[in-house]
């Protein structure tokens, strides 16, 4: 089995240089072992951001880090924290700095598949994140979109079996709900615009499409 990453980030904008990366969250999957999540927080630069992407993220409601110095990070999921959470041993978040987080996170894409929502927008970001704190790119090139994904199963597999609850939700320009929603995955369950919220998400479009008979 190979080694998968479901991926999303929260950005200050949709522009990728003009805007940065504020959230990422990591869902590592190896084979013969329980999914690890990962997720960090950065305080960005502000200066260019667009306000409408930090309203959609819901920035100033969700930021820890609001007076620290741009760069500072938070890790707020890992395997580690999330056995101490599980045992009630839970610690406030460490600052760490947005250097260690490019080299955690180079770690875990090395050698990956990473899987998301639109994963060129999240690659962009982080390409230009990790170069910035003198790491490259490390997953494999192939990016799996579980949008594709599902309208390819949508149109394919499911296309002669009378699903007919399929019917224009396949034609461009698709919302992605209704995409999740036909191949099983109610999105309602998730918590939309945060980057852990939309990884568990790809992690469960992406399980539902594969897994379908």
């Known amino acids: 089995m190979t080694k998968i ?8 904008s949709l522009d990728d240089e003009r805007g940065e990366v504020w959230e990422i969250a990591a869902i590592l999957r190896r084979p013969g072992a329980a999914d690890a999540e990962h997720l960090w927080q950065i305080r960005p630069t502000l200066t260019t951001a667009d ?4 309203k959609i993220s819901r920035y100033y409601e969700r930021r820890l880090l609001d007076i620290h110095a741009p ?3 938070v890790e707020l999921a890992s395997p580690y924290l999330n056995e101490l959470e599980r045992r009630g041993e839970e610690t406030p978040p460490a600052l760490i700095g947005a250097a260690r987080v490019a080299c955690k996170l180079a770690e875990l894409l090395a050698g990956a598949h990473v899987v998301g929502a639109v994963p060129d927008f999240d690659f962009r970001f982080l390409r230009r994140f990790l170069r910035t704190h003198g ?3 490390t997953a494999h090139y192939h990016l799996i979109d579980v949008e594709a994904l599902a309208v390819g199963y ?6 002669g079996s009378g699903i007919d609850e399929r019917r224009g939700v396949t034609v461009p320009p698709w919302k992605s709900v209704e995409l999740y929603r036909v191949v ?12 852990l919220g939309d990884a568990r998400l790809v992690r469960d479009v992406y399980d539902a499409v594969m897994s379908a008979p």
């Open 135 to 137: 790491e490259c790119w």
């Open 71 to 73: 760069g500072e990070a």
């Open 184 to 195: 099983g995955v109610n999105p309602d369950g998730y918590e939309a615009h945060t980057a």
């Open 154 to 159: 949508l149109e394919g597999v499911a296309g």
């Open 5 to 12: 990453v479901f991926l999303d980030t929260e950005t200050t």
């Open 51 to 54: 306000p409408m992407s930090l």
